[in-house]
């Protein structure tokens, strides 16, 4: 089955709607918002390409979530482009052709051009820390890999998710 991205990116939630106080993790999503500034480099990278929409498939409660989108949307804003959110389970069809290893995972942004044709895709975390979090997962506790987690995307301060969003739409 063909994905209507024409009305998938319609009934998808505008960043500045999904990002509000009422949403889980609010603190952490608005916080690493707050706290972006894309690069030079990045900025030049992204106005290289055709004027992006970034549709990403996520949710509230997604902590790889709130260490990633932000950027995204920073960068959008910064180069031209706009980000709206799918709502993983409201959005099976959307999710099931996107799936990684099988799995739902998200976020996952799709870079769709000004005719609705994908350029690219690209989640559900940096390629160095999905390679960690799969040595760790069955060795270390949930709540610690987290606490990891956090620290390893507080100290690439957007660079890995940037860079490979940006391969990936090319």
């Known amino acids: 089955m063909a994905l209507d991205y024409p009305r998938l990116w319609a009934d998808a939630i505008p960043w500045d709607r999904f990002l509000n106080p009422a949403m889980a993790l609010y603190r952490?999503?608005?916080?690493?918002?707050?706290?972006?500034?894309i690069p030079d480099w990045a900025i030049a990278a992204a106005?290289?390409?055709?004027?992006?929409?970034?549709?990403?498939?996520?949710?509230?409660?997604?902590r790889d979530g709130a260490s990633t989108t932000p950027w995204v949307a920073r960068l959008a804003a910064t180069a031209g482009g706009e980000l709206r959110?799918?709502?993983?389970?409201?959005?099976?069809?959307?999710?099931?052709?996107?799936?990684?290893?099988?799995?739902?995972?998200?976020?996952?942004v799709i870079g769709l051009d000004a005719d609705f044709r994908v350029r690219g895709h690209w989640g559900p975390r940096p390629v160095e820390?999905?390679?960690w979090v799969l040595a760790n997962k069955d060795t270390m506790p949930k709540e610690q890999r987290y606490i990891e987690m956090r620290r390893w995307y507080a100290l690439d301060r957007g660079e890995s998710t940037l860079r490979e969003v940006l391969a990936a739409m090319r």
């Open 47 to 62: 106005r290289a390409l055709p004027p992006l929409r970034f549709l990403v498939i996520n949710h509230d409660w997604c």
């Open 129 to 131: 820390l999905q390679a």
């Open 85 to 108: 959110i799918a709502l993983r389970d409201e959005n099976p069809d959307l999710m099931n052709a996107y799936l990684t290893n099988g799995s739902g995972s998200i976020p996952l």
């Open 28 to 37: 952490l999503w608005d916080g690493v918002y707050r706290h972006t500034r």
